[in-house]
C-alpha cells in the first residue's frame, strides 16, 4: 500500500466562495487555476486510480487564506475547506481514507477554535504556513495553536509560503524569476523550524509533531551547518548573546531538526533530493508523499516518479512499507492498510 501523505485540493464549496472573495488571485492563484484536478473531483479521481495500492491523504494547499481574507470571514472560508474535506473522504474512504485540517494562525484563539473542532470531526492533523502573513511562527501571538497542538499530540503539516512581493535583494521591490518559489519555499521551512527551535518553543512543548513539506527544503543539504556549525552559534554574533541561548537549549540544535521532525518524500522528482533526504532523517521519520497534483506537465508524473525513485533504492520491504505508509500510520496512530 502506498498512502500520499502530503497531497493537495479544493473543495468545490471553498472555491465557489473563494471565487467570490479573491477573485483574480494572482502569483501563486495564478498556479492554482492552472490544475484543474486540484478543484475537479472527477480528475484527481482518475489521477488516484492511474495506481494500484494507492490512496490519498488531502490537504488545503495556496494561497493562506489570511492573504485574502479578513476576521469572519477567515473562519467562514476555514470552515468550508474543513467540512469538505470531511465530506470527500466520508463518501470515498478509499480513495481519501483522511485529510488535514486548515487553520489560520492570523486568528489566533479562532484558529485554534476551528482546528480543535476539525479534529474532533476527523482530521488527521492541521495544516499551518511557515509565517503569517511575514511574521515568523514565534511570536507570542502565536503560541496558543502550538499549545493546543502539543495537547492533543496530533501532527502539523508544515507548508511553506512566500510571494513573489519578498524580495530576494534589499533594493527591489519583488522577487525576480520565481526565486521566491524555487528557492525561496526551501528557504521557508528551514528558517520556520529555526524560529521555533531558538525561541525554544519545542523545548516548551515537547509533544509537536512537524511534518515539514518537501523533505525539509535545504535542511538535508546544511547538516554540517546546522550541526557543528550551530554547535557554535555566538561565535559570529557581539551583539547578542547567543552563547547562553545555545547553552540553555535542552539539546543539541541539529537534533530538533533531524530527530524531532517528520518529512515527506516529495521532491519533484528529484533523486538526488531523495538520497540526500533518506541519508540526513532517520527512516522512521520519512512519509511518502508526492505533492500532487503539481505536476509539470498534464498527468500525474510526480506520484510515478517518486514511486520510482523509492522502488528503485537498495532497502528491505519492511524499510519500504515504513516508507510508504506504516510510519504515517504510527505518526497518526490510524490503520489504514488491514
Known amino acids: 500500500m502506498r498512502l500520499d501523505a502530503y497531497t493537495h485540493f479544493i473543495p468545490k464549496k471553498f472555491l465557489e466562495r473563494m471565487e467570490q472573495v479573491a477573485g483574480d488571485h494572482k502569483d501563486i492563484g495564478k498556479r492554482m487555476r492552472g490544475v484543474p484536478s486540484i478543484y475537479d473531483l472527477d480528475i484527481r479521481n482518475k489521477v488516484v486510480d492511474g495506481f494500484q ?30 467540512d469538505g474535506f470531511a465530506e470527500i473522504c ?23 477554535a476551528e482546528a480543535e473542532r476539525a479534529l474532533k470531526n476527523g482530521a488527521l492533523g492541521v495544516q499551518i504556513y511557515t509565517n503569517v502573513n511575514g511574521k515568523p511562527l514565534d511570536r507570542p501571538e502565536y503560541e496558543a495553536f502550538f499549545a493546543a497542538a502539543d495537547k492533543h499530540g496530533k501532527p502539523i503539516w508544515l507548508h511553506p509560503s512566500r510571494t513573489a512581493t519578498h524580495p530576494d535583494y534589499m533594493d527591489e521591490k519583488k522577487s525576480l524569476y520565481e526565486i521566491w518559489w524555487t528557492l525561496g519555499w526551501s ?32 535542511i538535508p543539504m546544511l547538516e554540517g551547518r546546522i550541526g557543528p556549525g550551530w554547535d557554535q552559534l555566538g561565535a559570529r554574533t557581539s551583539d547578542e548573546d547567543y552563547v547562553s541561548l545555545r547553552k540553555s537549549l535542552k539539546k543539541r540544535p541539529l537534533d530538533y531538526f533531524q530527530k524531532d521532525c517528520y518529512v515527506d518524500t516529495a521532491t519533484f522528482g528529484g533523486r538526488g533530493a531523495m538520497l540526500c533526504g533518506l541519508e540526513f532523517y532517520p527512516h522512521d521519520k520519512a512519509l511518502f508523499a508526492s505533492d500532487c497534483p503539481f505536476d509539470p506537465e498534464k498527468g500525474p508524473g510526480y506520484i510515478r516518479e517518486t514511486i520510482k525513485i523509492i522502488d528503485s533504492l537498495d532497502m528491505s520491504k519492511e524499510l519500504r512499507d515504513a516508507i510508504y505508509y506504516k510510519n504515517f500510520e504510527k505518526l497518526t496512530g490510524r490503520k489504514f492498510v488491514k
Not at 521557508?188 to 518537501?214: C, G, Q, W
Open 90 to 112: 466520508a463518501k470515498d474512504p478509499t480513495r481519501y481514507p483522511g485529510w488535514v485540517a486548515q487553520t489560520s494562525l492570523a486568528l489566533p484563539d479562532a484558529g485554534v
Open 187 to 218: 528557504y521557508e521551512t528551514a528558517a520556520a523550524v529555526s524560529r521555533l527551535v531558538f525561541s525554544k518553543t519545542m523545548d516548551k512543548y515537547p509533544n509537536l509533531k512537524p511534518i515539514l513539506h518537501h523533505f525539509g527544503g535545504i
Open 53 to 82: 495500492d494507492y490512496a490519498q491523504i488531502l490537504s488545503y494547499p495556496m494561497p493562506p487564506i489570511e492573504h485574502f481574507a479578513k476576521g469572519d470571514q477567515i473562519v467562514e472560508l476555514l470552515k468550508l475547506i474543513n
